[in-house]
Structure formats: C-alpha cells, structure tokens
C-alpha cells in the first residue's frame, strides 16, 4: 500500500502530514512514527502528523494526532496547527489530545486559538505541589523557572543571554527530570527589546529545535505574567518571528508563517 504525504515546515520545525480524513490509514504506531521520521534511512522531520475524522460527539471539523521524532505521541503543537490550517485552506476546529483549538488560515500562514493556559501544578503536571510561577528549583545557572501546560508541559527559563545557554546538554536533563511525570519541553528565553523575547527550545522528544509555537504561547504568557511584556510580544526564536497575544480572557492567539515543502508517496510496509 502506498500512502501520499505533505512535507510542511512552521519557522524551520518541520512536518510529515498524513491524511487520512477521506481514506482511512493504516493504524500508525511509535515505531512507524519513529520510522517515518528518521532523517537518514525515512522522510524525516521533527513531527508526523496525522489527520484523522473526529468523532461523532466532538464539535471539531477533524483529529489531528502528533507524533515527536522519537514516536511518542504528545498533545499539542502549534507551528504544526498553523501547517494544518494552511493545508486545509480554511477555519475550523481541530481536535487534539490537549484539547480543541481553532485555527485560520492567512497569507503565507495562519493564526491558531491556543486557548487558556493552565498554571496548577497538577496541571503541568508536576510530581509535587510547588508554586509554578517562580519553581524553586534549577540545574546549574537555569534557576526558578515557571511552568505553564499550553496543551503540553513547559518550564520556561528567564535568563540574560538566551544564546549563552548550554541547551544541548541542560535540555536532555531537564527534560527527563524526575519533577516531571509526563517530561517537559525546556524554553530559554531572553528580553531584547519592548514586547520582545528571544528564545530557544529543547523540545521533548525532538531536542533543539528551530521553533516551537507552544514554546513561543507558554513563554510569552510567563513573561506576561512577571510583568516582563505586555499582551501582544513578538518571540523570536531560531527560524523566525512568532506573534503571540494574550486576551484579556487569557486566551493565547498565535499567528505566524506555515509553508509546503514538497509531496511525495511511501510503501507503508516499508516502514511498518
């Protein structure tokens, strides 16, 4: 059986998107996930991506499931829901496993209804109750981090020169940290200007990446809740711009580029 996919990328954190709203795939795994991503022996990427009918009681128009490089299925991603909005080619409501977000479609990209984030530390989740405005912990010179579930867990780090971290090799630790049940992504981020972040991520899972949009919603409302930025901030990260805006109900809006890269077809049995 061949199947036909949709290389996207959102910023450079790129995507293989398969399709099976119309005609039903074949049921994916971790190991085909893992497969499929491989950059040297599959067709590589950061996420696979899935679509999927949603059910019959859900108010989304469809499912989408994401898979990490390594094959763990996670809840959310936002550089993926703007490549979602721009291969649908329209509005609507997409069910994920972190909830359900609305996404549209614009010029070159899309701007995607994170929706609230969560703060409680069962929420992120957390091992144990701690404040997770300002955690009292750290790992070397990475102190006191927040925590915020965007419809997956972040630990964002203020520190002065986001560049100067040690990302690569602080990542990995603190990812698989036992303080974090579900593991974590790991966001360095620093104020470079008015409204103005810049930020790096080690995405669980995936490690650096050139961008990640829950990275960039969980950031900008952490710096939004120090009193760091104010409502509309512009993240920039490694592969480009994000804007984030944080309502006054505390709804996160993330609005920035999507693009196609190439199409092609695989032989699923040679991955499964």
């Not at 763990?72 to 994920?96: F, I, K, P, Q, Y």
């Amino acid at each position: 059986m061949r199947v036909e996919f949709t290389k996207m990328h959102g910023l450079g954190n790129d995507f293989v998107m398969l399709d099976g709203r119309g005609n039903a795939l074949p049921a994916m795994t971790p190991g085909i996930a893992k497969a499929l991503a491989d950059r040297h022996t599959g067709i590589g990427c950061d996420q696979l991506i899935v679509l999927e009918p949603a059910a019959a009681s859900s108010p989304a128009d469809f499912r989408m499931r994401i898979f990490n490089h390594d094959g763990g299925e996670v809840e959310a991603c936002g550089n993926a829901s703007r490549a979602v909005a721009l291969l649908h080619g329209s509005d609507a409501r997409v069910e994920t496993a972190g909830g359900v977000i609305a996404v549209a479609p614009s010029d070159g990209g899309a701007s995607v209804d994170m929706g609230v984030p969560r703060f409680d530390w069962d929420a992120i989740p957390l091992a144990y109750a701690m404040d997770t405005a300002a955690m009292p912990v750290g790992w070397e010179d990475l102190t006191e981090p927040s925590a915020v579930n965007v419809g997956n867990p972040h630990a964002v780090f203020f520190v002065e020169d986001a560049d100067a971290v040690a990302l690569d090799r602080l990542g990995p630790q603190i990812e698989n940290d036992e303080l974090f049940p579900e593991r974590v992504n790991v966001n360095v981020a620093s104020v470079v200007g008015d409204n103005h972040l810049r930020l790096r991520v080690w995405e669980r899972g995936v490690g650096l990446t050139r961008a990640c949009g829950t990275g960039a919603c969980a950031t900008a409302v952490a710096a939004f809740k120090r009193g760091l930025v104010g409502r509309s901030v512009t993240v920039t990260l490694p592969g480009g711009d994000l804007t984030i805006d944080i309502g006054e109900d505390d709804r996160i809006t993330m609005t920035g580029p999507a693009q196609t890269s190439f199409c092609g077809s695989f032989a699923w049995d040679d991955f499964a």
